[in-house]
């Protein structure tokens, strides 16, 4: 049974439905959430994704440690990071705007898939947090790595080394969450809404530059902007049709 939803509409959601466990991660979550990305990125009548999850005392636990518990080193290190890494990462490429809705605590790989949006709305007695060192872990997927561009590098110690938690109004006040609100899903909501009146291609390439400049899969978005550049061009036209006809092109040169 899936436990993670793809609601369509022009505003599309992605929501966590694994309650028992505190919406916590399981291989199959992270497989369910790595096709619902790429139906996403494939459908042109989405506008944006909200990421939300099942109502229960944490938007995220994190990951589910019954499935990792067990793992050999080379299995932990090979499959089960570098599987969260890949899908996380999938997420955060989406050519379309994302807002994560956090309506409960987002511990572990919950605050990671978070910062694997491109903003968040929050509940105020939510609370974030890094507690993979009280289990004799490490944060695995970008913990360390992209949520460390979003958050100041002492307060990413303070919850991985620490284990302090930070609250909403702190995460508002340094820039890691976009609003606090009671009802985080309407406050989010109201935000994609705006999305109607923006120009979808715009918000995409906008997206693709920012990502360039912050680091976020650099070679892949430059590249995406000098293809899709290219791919309107008189000279891109003529390679193909003379390819098609075999027959030498003849640039013209814009």
């Known amino acids: 049974m899936n436990a993670v939803h793809l609601h369509r509409g022009a505003i599309a959601r992605l929501e966590l439905d694994n309650p028992a466990k505190l919406n916590a991660f399981t291989p ?3 497989s369910q959430l790595e096709t619902h990305c790429a139906a996403l990125d494939a459908d042109p009548a989405v506008l944006g994704v909200l990421v939300t999850a099942a109502p229960a005392r944490a938007f995220c636990a994190g990951a589910d440690i019954s499935a990792w518990a067990g793992l050999a080193p080379a299995e932990f290190a090979r499959h089960w990071v570098r599987d969260g890494h890949r899908v996380f990462d999938r997420l955060a490429r989406l ?6 809705v956090i309506g409960g605590h987002a511990f572990g790989g919950g605050l990671e898939l978070t910062a694997a ?25 970008s913990g360390t790595q992209r949520l460390l561009r979003l958050v100041p590098e002492p307060v990413v110690k303070e919850m991985a080394l ?19 609100a009671a009802d985080p899903l309407a406050a989010a909501e109201d935000i994609a809404a ?8 715009a918000t995409e390439i906008a997206k693709y530059l920012i990502h360039a400049a912050a680091g976020e899969d650099r070679a892949a978005m430059i590249e995406a902007l000098g293809g899709g550049m290219i791919a309107a061009s008189a000279d891109k036209a003529e390679g193909v049709a003379a390819f098609a006809e075999k027959r030498k092109p003849e640039f013209p040169g814009r």
């Open 95 to 100: 050519s379309k705007p994302t807002i994560a």
């Open 162 to 180: 620490f284990g302090r938690h930070l609250t909403a109004e702190r995460a508002r006040e340094i820039g890691f969450v976009a609003e606090v």
């Open 194 to 201: 705006r999305l109607a009146h923006t120009s979808p291609r």
């Open 28 to 30: 199959d979550m992270l």
């Open 117 to 141: 949006c491109d903003i968040r709305v929050m509940a105020p007695e939510a609370r974030l947090g890094l507690p993979e060192s009280s289990v004799g872990i490490v944060p695995g997927w």
